[in-house]
């Protein structure tokens, strides 16, 4: 089965530590991207990265590390920094960023993971 | 900066009617936009993108609208069920900026 396979679902944080979130893709996509959705609102985006050892900040990168090592994968590390973690977090990918004729980022998602704070 | 607004309130309808959702933008022109829906605590699926040069686009029981002049999408689903209560979220631009989403909700 193609997708991607974000884990895990539920993730706990205690005061001060820093935890990762994994994010899995077997669709050969070149670009992956972590949102954060908070409760009544719509997606907004972390981090995204076109290409392996690439990746740019989004639109609330403070508190929030990635890597891209892989093609298959995009982990996001949210550090202590991050005052306010507490939401759902979405992995997507895209077979492009964008160009390449339309069609080519549309963006598949993970299921998700809920990050709470203890 | 580029911004995208959706139908904040919750669209409540009766089964059999049709439920149309709002999605305006402003400070920019796409050549396309997007559809997604979202069930609660899952990820976003794709449903029907939409070019510039298209009035109209359909699939199914969907139809998706855009015009670039009022700089809007409509989001049309006929014969609505039970099971299409979801959120619906429309996006666009190279990297995707998403909407807000409108919550749709259809009684039995």
């Known amino acids: 089965d193609g997708g991607i396979t974000q884990s895990p679902k539920y993730l706990f944080r205690k005061e001060g530590q820093n935890v990762t979130l994994s994010c899995e893709q077997n669709?050969?996509?070149?670009?992956m991207y972590w949102y954060r959705q908070d409760p009544g609102q719509g997606l907004r985006l972390i981090y995204y990265s076109q290409i392996v050892n690439d990746f740019q900040k989004g639109d609330i990168a403070e508190g929030y590390s990635v890597s891209r090592e892989k093609k298959e994968s995009f982990p996001l590390t949210v550090t202590s920094a991050q005052k306010n973690p507490t939401a759902f977090y979405l992995c997507a990918s895209s077979s492009v960023l964008a160009g390449g004729g339309e069609g080519k980022n549309i963006q598949y998602f993970g299921a998700g993971t809920r990050l709470s704070v203890l | 900066s580029q911004k995208i607004e959706q139908n904040s309130e919750a669209l409540n309808i009766q089964e059999g009617k049709t439920a149309t959702l709002t999605c305006n933008y402003t400070n920019y022109s796409p050549a396309y936009l997007q559809w997604y829906r979202q069930d609660p605590g899952r990820g976003p699926v794709f449903l029907l993108l939409i070019r510039e040069n298209e009035k109209e686009k359909r699939k199914e029981r969907l139809k998706v609208t855009f015009d670039t002049t009022l700089k809007q999408s409509l989001f049309h689903i006929t014969a609505s069920q039970p099971a299409d209560s979801a959120t619906y979220l429309c996006a666009l631009g190279g990297k995707l900026i998403f909407g807000q989403g409108t919550e749709l909700s259809v009684k039995p």
């Open positions: 669709l050969n996509h070149d670009a």
